[in-house]
């Protein structure tokens, strides 16, 4: 079993291990830390990546958008476990 926590360093705390030990309970486990990329930075970090970001914000820009509602996004695409978007 994998699981990934993404979180603050100022949210670490014994509640935080607690968890990871019921989790994996009497394993082995690895644990690595790393800092988080930006988001921003990660999507733009390859060309192709780059290209299609900016080429979808022209579109908005030029009005080539879709727009529609949560809801509406919902019922297209579910929700089936109950997630909050």
């Known amino acids: 079993m994998t699981t990934t926590y993404?979180?603050?360093v100022n949210e670490l705390s014994v509640e935080v291990i607690?968890?990871?030990?019921?989790?994996?309970?009497?394993?082995?486990?690895?644990?690595?830390?790393?800092?988080a990329m930006d988001e921003t930075?990660?999507?733009l970090s390859s060309p192709a990546n780059r290209e299609s970001l900016e080429r979808s914000i022209q579109d908005l820009k030029e009005g080539k958008g879709i727009t529609f509602t949560l809801e509406e996004f919902q019922k297209k695409?579910?929700?089936?476990?109950g997630d909050n978007l």
């Open 6 to 8: 993404h979180l603050n």
């Open 18 to 35: 607690n968890s990871i030990k019921a989790a994996f309970k009497d394993k082995v486990v690895d644990i690595t830390v790393s800092e």
């Open 41 to 43: 930075e990660y999507l």
């Open 77 to 81: 695409y579910g929700n089936d476990e």
